[in-house]
């Protein structure tokens, strides 16, 4: 039973994407929608110089220019097969390396100064298993692309084995990164984001949970105080691991935003080798969160195929989430103002908001 829960865990997570590749080409940018990306890595470089999948005790910085092609569904990431074509697929623009974080952080700085005064915010993406340096950072151009991420978009790329079997590696390198992502969340702050929103993606939500958690125990209340807003993307974490993670932190983040599925293949072959019936990321019963201060969204009715970035590959959820210019908006403290934002369910269980979402009808 376990070693057919191990393939069939390999043949879903295989085909979750392909593998990617970064491809520099100039002449992209007068073609498609230039994203601007901050990227921090403690990868080890590879044989080309390019952040590999080996862990690095040195933290590398770059900024890069991604050009979103004109011709593609939203959702859809499309990587050069031979001749570039700027039109249909992602490409590198333009691409820097900064000598070290202070240089790092003066660049961040004078793109947060070239925003209005209550727009200097950042958004920093933590992606999940399985993923070369490539995808992370494509997928964050896609997301700042489509759903029109406010602020300035950072992406912390932690050293994944980029393969169907790196689960173990993958678990053990999210420990290994816990520090670094903490550091570059201080120097984001440092640089004068005046609002920090954390987007983590499967196990990249548990590196997420685990330095808040370390902040907090540094310092009651810094982890409220650093992190304005937490969205978790199909965290692939144990419940009970979530729970206590959280409970260690006197004043979750606010907004705190869950996205869950019920169809999400991956996260329920994880729960199958886990032993246990399920994971964060596809919970049914917000009872098992407790008096947790968090809002659910429930994405199940957009999940197709393996099903575990709904929010971020699925045209219909993409639509309906692009209308929200800012977390702020779309989940104000007023909870009865932020169910009527988004068409679904509302069900309230204690602390805790649960969101079933459903696609719009068309008019």
């Known amino acids: 039973m376990l070693r057919r829960a191990v393939l069939s865990l390999v ?12 491809v520099l080409y100039p002449q992209a940018a007068a073609v498609g929608q230039v994203e601007t990306l901050f990227v921090a890595t403690n990868r080890a470089p590879d044989t080309l110089n390019q952040p590999g999948d080996l862990r690095d005790v040195t933290v590398r910085y770059a900024r890069l220019e991604v050009s979103v092609p004109p011709d593609r569904q939203a959702g859809k990431i499309t990587y050069p097969d031979r001749t570039p074509d700027p039109k249909t697929d992602f490409l590198v623009s333009a691409q820097s390396e900064f000598p070290d974080a202070r240089a790092f952080s003066s660049e961040l700085r004078r793109a947060l100064r070239g925003l209005p005064a209550d727009g200097r915010e950042a958004v920093i993406y933590i992606h999940g298993f399985n993923n070369p340096y490539a ?40 420990i290994f990164s816990r520090d670094d992502l903490e550091r570059l969340i201080d120097l984001v702050r440092g640089a004068g984001a005046r609002r920090v929103t954390l987007v983590a993606h499967s196990i990249g939500s548990m590196l997420a949970m685990e330095t808040l958690r370390q902040i907090e125990i540094a310092r009651p209340g810094d982890a409220a105080r650093k992190i304005d807003g937490v969205v978790l993307i199909s965290p692939d974490i144990d419940v009970d691991v979530f729970r206590n993670q959280a409970s260690r932190i006197a004043t979750l983040p606010d907004p705190f935003i869950i996205f869950t599925s019920r169809r999400d293949r991956a996260l329920r072959l994880s729960a199958r080798l886990t032993g246990l019936p399920g994971r964060l990321g596809n919970v049914t019963d917000p009872n098992e969160l407790g008096d947790l201060k968090v809002t659910l969204l429930d994405v199940s009715a957009f999940s197709e195929g393996v099903g575990h970035f709904a929010p971020g590959s699925s045209p219909a959820l993409i639509q309906i989430l692009s209308q929200i210019s800012s977390v702020d908006t779309a989940f104000d403290r007023d909870r009865a103002g932020r169910a009527g934002l988004l068409p679904g369910t509302v069900l309230t269980v204690q602390n805790v908001t649960n969101i079933i979402l459903s696609p719009v009808a068309p008019r």
Do not use: K
């Open 11 to 22: 043949v879903v997570l295989a085909a979750c994407a392909p593998r990617g590749a970064l």
């Open 135 to 174: 995808e992370g950072v494509m997928r964050l151009a896609q997301l700042s692309h489509d759903l029109e991420l406010p602020g300035v978009a950072v992406h912390f790329s932690w050293p994944s084995a980029a393969n169907p079997l790196g689960y173990a590696y993958d678990s053990e390198s999210v």
